[in-house]
């Protein structure tokens, strides 16, 4: 089993509709190692009725079980995740004006080297499992400032198509000459 001391989390974060997924994928693969899915879609996939504070916190479970189980096969002492739980805190506040005290003690004893949000640049593309493209600016917003809040290690990506994917790469090799 891998050391988690020296692992490196990379977490692929930001507003829904900004290729988290597609960036995430492609990091891992260009990195040679893992990457976690996010747990939330699909678990909202079979979800046929508004989520419940029960849904959120399901998600937060799914998310901290799912990346565990994926740690021992991360590569090159790098783990690359699309999205962490994080997310659950944003959409608890926005949706129940609060989060559980369980998901805001994980945010304090949880770590991830490096994240990088994903501007809100791209189009829109519309998907069953995707809400409020009017709010794009504020999640946005809501995203820079829990990342200040936990005094996060963050970069912002932007660009089309393979200038994304080029930030992206970018980014995590300058962190990563810097260790």
């Not at 506040?93 to 559980?100: A, E, I, M, N, V």
């Not at 820079?144 to 995590?172: D, M, P, Q, T, W």
Request: net charge negative; with cysteine; proline share 4%.
């Amino acid at each position: 089993m891998k050391d988690n001391h020296q692992l490196i989390k990379i977490a692929v974060v930001g507003p829904e509709s900004t290729g988290k997924s597609t960036i995430a994928e492609q990091l891992a693969r260009q990195l040679g190692t893992v990457c976690v899915p996010e747990y939330a879609r699909e678990y909202c996939r079979h979800l046929n009725r508004e989520y419940t504070l029960q849904d959120e916190m399901n998600m937060f479970y799914g998310q901290v079980a799912l990346e565990r189980s994926l740690v021992p096969l991360a590569q090159n002492n790098i783990l690359v995740c699309d999205t962490m739980f994080l997310t659950i805190k944003i959409w608890c506040d926005h949706l129940f004006g609060q989060t559980p005290d369980e998901v805001l003690d994980a945010l304090q004893a949880s770590y991830y080297d490096l994240y990088l949000l994903l501007d809100i640049d791209l189009p829109w593309v519309d998907d069953p499992l995707r809400d409020f493209p009017d709010l794009r600016e504020h999640f946005m917003e809501v995203w820079h400032n829990e990342l200040k809040a936990l005094n996060a290690n963050y970069r912002l990506i932007s660009g089309l198509g393979e200038e994304r994917h080029r930030n992206a790469l970018e980014a995590v090799k300058g962190f990563l000459d810097l260790r």
